[in-house]
């Protein structure tokens, strides 16, 4: 059973409803050892953390920063400052000094958290340049504080502020004070078209969202739910609060690469996920299998061949399958792909919501065939997460985005872009409100910037508006579409599509160097290093071969003509990727122009 509540005591009337039961296991940071918080103790932590806050000086619906990774420290502060109807701002982790300079400042923030020592070394660099910063609270204990720094103090030091929780008479009179009007938090888009604009969230949007979900997302105190995505992206977050009103155990993983170390020490039945993350899954088994014998090449391979006929061609279409198919896939499914889930820790498993981008149909009927329940869905910060998803159990068409949620009206524009309004829709953005005001049409629907239609029910995505390319002979390119369908490849680590405005599509590739490596080995081809591999004619051809059997399906127009592998990754740090990884196209085009020029010289 759903508990809907306000935020400034959900956690506490969970605790009356579960007590003791475990509710977060998370690792200290630096440390292996998986621990447990219950509720009872995760509704005292909060108490106290809103106790310390009042005594730090926090008032009603002021902006707390948080600039962290994932951590149950993350979770005590949220919840505590939403229990003085404070705001969180949450900040990626893996932010530029530059970004928390502007977010801080827009912001104007007194109080930022951060979690390890290179966020606080980022804060401590940047406190001079933001007129509002007053104290940074450090999460991890191991974090070398500056000795010329009295503005600094570490989490556990703060919670002693509010020990015995000397004003919880005053934290519980701003309780009935709360509204479902208040800001619960601002969080900034990661700028892939420009600066962050701070996106406002109410508690009533998350709990409009989370009555809808209820309704379609079937998870309940029997799940345990991997958090894998930061807590700063709105997929996360509205994932994971999602989970507390349902009575779920979380499960916090910290550090983003160990995530798959993650889910086979604990076995989560659920978790959120980017399309990246089962294309890496999905390459990694291909590889185990390319690397098999023959005779367990063709078994895995017929295995896969009834997988995708009983879930997806059956199953997903709202079929029974035929007597002969389902017991051939029981017996499929609890001995090869049983093994399979196991040893991604995923025996139990339950749904695996996926979006922040187009999912391959390849990797999507890959993970249904081995018995997942990949819930696709699509949505945005300023819908508060779901805009549609997949129904567990019912038909869908692979490709499609799922059903619409429930209270929300979606319209598709005579230019095909969809339109959205409803109670998850954000009121706009934090002092922007010429953005505001472009942002919504006439009838104030959202512009969503995505263009897609509606079939028999279901939300199709054809391409991001901002991001279609015009080539030079007038045809219009959907650079995310051939992008996602190309990753695909064990030897595809990054791409970018570079067609706008020229002659034909031509790509830069990051290759995946370690089977690219293992490949030239294989084959006798010398190679001293990165850049003689990126170089070698006889990789060229091997790639260019594996890439036009994945674009064969493609217009003549859309398909790579032309291509360059790097010898580095697209980075942060060169301001290639936003903080969700997502290409900022204009950056690549401007740091590898050379490399561009060079594909479309005569």
């Given amino acids: 059973m759903q508990t809907n509540s306000h935020f400034s005591v959900l956690i506490h009337e969970q605790a009356r409803n579960y007590g003791d039961r475990e509710v977060i296991v998370y690792q200290d940071f630096g440390g292996t050892k998986w621990k447990s918080c219950s509720w009872n103790q995760f509704s005292q932590k909060a108490k106290v953390v809103s106790n310390s806050m009042l005594n730090l000086g926090v008032k009603p619906q002021e902006n707390i920063g948080v600039f962290s990774q994932n951590s149950v420290q993350y979770l005590f502060t949220d919840f505590g400052a939403w229990g003085i109807r404070a705001v969180t701002v949450p900040l990626y982790a893996t932010s530029s000094e530059q970004q928390l300079q502007f977010i801080v400042n827009d912001a104007n923030i007194r109080f930022l958290f951060v979690g390890d020592q290179e966020q606080y070394n980022k804060a401590r660099r940047v406190i001079g340049m933001c007129h509002s910063l007053e104290r940074i609270i450090v999460f991890d204990n191991s974090v070398r504080i500056s000795t010329h720094d009295p503005n600094a103090l570490y989490f556990d030091d703060f919670l002693r502020l509010g020990e015995n929780l000397p004003r919880q008479t005053e934290v519980e009179q701003l309780y009935r004070q709360a509204s479902f009007d208040d800001i619960a938090n601002i969080l900034y888009t990661s700028g892939t078209t420009g600066d962050s604009k701070g996106v406002i969230l109410t508690h009533g949007q998350y709990h409009a969202a989370f009555e809808a979900n209820h309704k379609c997302v079937p998870i309940d105190e029997r799940d345990r739910v991997l958090n894998f ?32 170390q993650s889910m086979r020490e604990t076995h989560p039945t659920s978790m959120s996920s980017v399309p990246r993350f089962w294309e890496k899954v999905y390459a990694g088994v291909m590889e185990q299998i390319d690397n098999a014998g023959a005779a367990k090449r063709k078994i895995f391979k017929h295995a896969l061949a009834v997988g995708r006929k009983h879930n997806i061609e059956y199953l997903s279409r709202g079929k029974r399958p035929p007597l002969a198919l389902r017991l051939e896939y029981e017996m499929i499914n609890k001995t090869i792909f049983s093994l399979v889930r196991k040893e991604l820790g995923l025996e139990n498993a339950n749904i ?95 512009r969503t910037g995505d263009a897609g239609y509606i079939k028999n029910g279901e939300l199709f995505l054809t391409e991001r508006i901002k991001d279609l390319f015009k080539t030079s002979n007038g045809k219009y390119i959907a650079p995310q579409m051939i992008e996602s369908r190309l990753l695909v490849d064990k030897y595809i680590d990054q791409i970018a599509v570079i067609a706008d405005e020229r002659k034909f599509v031509s790509a830069l590739i990051i290759p995946e160097y370690r ?16 850049e003689d591999l990126c170089a070698n004619e006889r990789i060229h051809k091997m790639m260019m071969e594996r890439i036009e059997t994945l674009q064969q399906q493609l217009a003549h127009y859309e398909q790579i003509k032309r291509f360059t592998l790097l010898p580095h990754h697209f980075s942060m740090e060169n301001g290639e990727l936003t903080n969700t990884l997502k290409i900022k196209r204009r950056v690549l085009n401007e740091n590898y122009k050379a490399e561009i020029d060079e594909m479309y010289r005569e």
């Fill in 515 to 530: 089977l690219l490596e293992k490949y030239a080995r294989e084959h006798n081809i010398p190679f001293g290093s990165r």
């Fill in 229 to 260: 995505l930061p807590y700063t992206h709105i997929f996360e977050r509205a994932w994971t609060i999602l989970a507390l009103t349902e009575g779920c155990t979380l499960i916090v993983n910290t550090i983003p690469q160990n995530v798959q």
């Fill in 352 to 446: 695996f919501p996926t979006a922040g981008a187009a999912v391959s149909e390849h990797v999507q009927e890959f993970v249904c065939s081995i018995g997942l329940n990949m819930i696709v869905g699509y949505g945005l910060t300023e819908s508060l997460a779901t805009v549609s998803c997949i129904h567990k159990g019912k038909p869908f068409t692979v490709g499609s985005v799922g059903f619409p949620i429930e209270g929300l009206s979606i319209k598709i524009s005579d230019g095909g872009e969809i339109l959205l309004k409803g109670p998850t829709i954000t009121k706009g953005y934090y002092k922007r409100d010429d953005v505001t005001k472009a942002a919504f049409d006439s009838e104030g629907y959202f």
